[in-house]
């Protein structure tokens, strides 16, 4: 069980909108510490998407973008391209924990 | 470019300590603005974080782990190192060498290794 809520999986077509919510609690989220999103493509390591909530590092189109509100963030995708299809992992700092904890990771499918 | 490349056995037996080692490449160990890290993920899982460790050796793991892991770094040779005892098979899994940046935020992973399979199976 993760500390940081996903759900499974998302899908949408090509060109549409998608969101991926990450829900944490008063010690993550809440807490105001970051959320950062990465992305993993099968057999290959996370790559940094968004940073500090809603930066993303050079390189990342700007059809990512994040938002954090409460204990909760989201991730969302505009102009979908095939491309994208991968798994997507929020990331964000416990105070009771003093590490990192993750999301448990959603599945984008793209139609 | 910074580069992090895991190495290590690929089988481990049950019971036995797990090592593994990163080594840095394309940038110092030893700057102060960043942390080193290392993360799982179980076959067909999520990502779970191990620890962490500074240039100057200070660590920081997670508390579930923290009885049975212990990380070192070995700054002359630009490396950085896991030990994990008395595995089992829930220890199967990808590992990952990561360097980030620890601030009032929290941590960010901006820099990740390719990642080394791990199976613990007699």
């Known amino acids: 069980q993760s500390v940081l809520t996903q759900p499974p999986s998302v899908s949408g077509a090509p060109g549409q909108r998608v969101t991926i919510s990450c829900t944490g609690s008063s010690s993550n989220i809440g807490a105001g510490y970051d959320v950062n999103w990465y992305q993993q493509l099968p057999g290959t390591a996370p790559r940094p998407l968004i940073s500090?909530?809603?930066n993303r590092p050079s390189g990342v189109p700007d059809r990512f973008s994040g938002s954090k509100s409460g204990t909760s963030a989201s991730l969302a995708i505009t102009g979908l391209q095939a491309e994208d299809e991968a798994n997507y992992y929020c990331q964000s700092y416990d105070r009771s924990l003093s590490g990192s904890v993750f999301g448990g990771g959603t599945k984008l499918t793209v139609l | 470019q910074l580069q992090l490349q895991e190495s290590g056995p690929g089988l481990v037996k049950p019971s036995e300590t797990l090592s593994l080692t990163c080594t840095v490449s394309?940038?110092?160990?030893?700057?102060?603005?960043?942390?080193w890290g290392w993360i799982r993920q179980p076959p067909g899982k999520g990502l779970e974080w191990i620890g962490t460790i500074y240039y100057t050796g200070n660590t920081y793991y997670d508390p579930s782990l923290k009885s049975r892991v212990s990380m070192s770094v070995d700054t002359s040779k630009k490396q950085f190192s896991l030990n994990l005892r008395s595995v089992t098979a829930a220890d199967t899994a990808v590992y990952y060498c990561a360097r980030h940046t620890k601030s009032r935020g929290g941590y960010n992973y901006e820099y990740w290794g390719q990642g080394i399979s791990v199976t613990v199976s007699s």
């Open positions: 394309g940038g110092s160990i030893s700057n102060s603005h960043y942390y």
């Open positions: 500090g909530d809603n």
